[in-house]
């Protein structure tokens, strides 16, 4: 229902307005125009959702990967039917996160522009600091150095520091009568001067393509910027990644019957094998150390025809779990092959752990995978199928740990502990228990709140929500 609701951008009236009265294209439409099919992974498109400064997810701003003339693209594509296109500090978020996408796997960068620009009275959360919305323009210039193409439709409004966006890209289009850049519209020019000025003669399509040349090809409608973007693409000699016909074997088992897998009780764990069985070609998978740290299971496998490394929970993850994750891992690094992590972590116990040799040891050993996780030189895709919790959470390659991707299954809780973990009765014999009563009743109420998928997904904490039959696909 979310994610429904998230396709229809600023809603039905929005919409109306963007193509009757402003005779433009819905920006899922103009996306349509652009790529070569219709398998579009959009990019965490819960972000913003019921955070306090929008009503409505995104925050103007649809980011994505899909395939353009055979080349895997990156897209960065404001949403002008939510107010206007304009952006709120998760938009930055979000579009800094597609651009580190872009650069961490060399994806050629596709920017359509159709924005009021930063939302002024949260300059403080959108401007200063390095990861603000200047660092756009600075991913820009690298990625340009970094000879990975950018290209621009400005397909709308472009104002104020989101008109260097498609200045700055290799090559950029504009529409006619619909495509405006300039850095104050005209009410700054009437606020400032007193000058009347049209948009059009002040920033238009003409304008740009003729006098200033910020614009390097004029389209006198939408659907013509797209075919010059896609000409412009087949001249960037950009090669796409060689697609061989991989043959591979579906699961034996169904991936709809995963949602009856999803974990929900995490006070114990699922047999993870159950799970990999209905991901994994042909449900095959040839385990690491199978007798030896259960509680974490290893090995490699093939998803949709590709050989990958498997690092799975299956339980709380003892010393002997994280020595064999530790080795696991460094296998994974040295032959180059990239790591699947299905993170469903056991949250410790708020009670207190005495101190003995057996636990220290843990740590040492948990402390040893944190740090091969680290250091692996290979790409790294997280999917939390079940708790997130903790330390542990980082040593299976949670957000902090960088990896290319990590994914939450609808059910998923982020937290450092697990709040049904804390007792709401008092201890007998506690005299002043009452007020101790209500604020841990009121903690525990705050965690569960802030450890949903939908809380983390809504401040980009990950990359989006996935169904899990959707699992290989993603």
Known sequence: ELLEMVSKGGGENAILHHTQRNKKLFVRERLKLLLDDESFLELSPLAGLNMPYGDVPAAGCLTGIGKICGVWCVFVANDATVKGGTIYPIGVKKQLRAQEIAMQNRLLSVYLTDSGGAFLPLQSELFPDKSHGGRVFYNEAIMSAMRIPQVAVVCGSCVAGGAYVPTMAEEAVIIDKIGTLFLAGPPLVKAATGEHVSPEDLGGAKLHSKVSGCSDHFASSEKEAYECIRNVISTLNYDPLPENVIEYDSPLYSSD????????????????????????????FQEFKANYGTTLVTGFGHVEGHLVGIVANNGELSHDASLKGSHFVQLCSQRSIPILFFQNTVPHTAEPTSISQAHSNRLKAQASMMAAVACAAVPKITIVIGGCYGSESYIMCGRSFSPNFLFLWPNARVALVDSRHFSIVPQAGDSDCTGDEAELKHLKEKLEEESSAFYSSARLWDDGIILPQNTRKV
Do not use: F, W
């Open 257 to 284: 019957e995963l949602l009856g897998l999803a974990p929900q009780d995490y006070g114990r764990t699922l047999p993870v094998k159950l799970i990999l069985s209905r991901l994994m070609d042909g449900s095959r």
